[in-house]
């Protein structure tokens, strides 16, 4: 009965792990686009690790890194600054779910912090429910590792930068 017990504790947490991804999904979203968004959720929880670029530990960087190159087959440079330096850039009329964010976060005034943008939420998660969201591996704060953060969250609007694309946009913005 205890093995029962703990299997099921097992698969209720897997199953609630899953629950975001039909929540950003949308139909104007690009195949390319909703895969690189379901690799990202899918990863949610994996702890930070400094120069961390695997599912055992992520920094910002490298979980970019690997979720554009698990989903899309896409390699990118290893740190957000030369990522920002790679990608298109693009005005916040023109960003989609699936987009990169990029942060300053340090004193050095360059790009220190790179996230996913999720989209808006609308699931039934009140915490969530209707804010636009991204994910990322945070290193610092109330949550480490790879979460899930309001666009709109104060400490990260501060620190904005810009929008960086890395697929192309969905046909809706064509």
């Known amino acids: 009965m205890k093995n029962f017990r703990i299997y099921a504790a097992i ?3 897997a199953l609630v792990m899953l629950i ?3 929540c950003f999904s949308a139909p104007s979203v690009s195949e390319s ?5 379901d690799t990202a959720i899918e990863l949610r929880g994996t702890p930070y690790t400094y120069a961390g670029k695997s599912p055992k530990g992520f ?3 490298g979980f970019v890194y690997y979720v554009a190159k698990k989903s899309a087959g896409i390699k990118l440079p290893g740190s957000s600054r030369d990522m920002y330096a790679k990608v298109e850039h693009i005005s916040a009329d023109e960003k989609e779910p699936g987009d990169l964010m990029f942060f300053q976060t340090t004193a050095s005034g360059s790009v ?3 996230g996913i943008y999720l989209g808006k939420y609308n699931g039934d998660n009140e915490k969530w429910k209707g804010k636009r969201l991204f994910i ?3 290193s610092d704060g109330p949550e480490t590792g790879v979460i899930i953060t309001p666009v709109d969250d104060s400490y990260w609007t501060r620190h904005f930068t810009g929008w960086g694309r890395i697929l192309p ?6």
């Open 169 to 174: 946009p969905s046909e809706r913005h064509m």
């Open 112 to 114: 220190s912090h790179v």
């Open 20 to 22: 975001p991804l039909k």
């Open 136 to 138: 990322h591996s945070a």
């Open 33 to 37: 686009r909703q895969k690189l968004i």
């Open 59 to 61: 920094d910002c960087s």
């Open 11 to 13: 698969v209720l947490a």
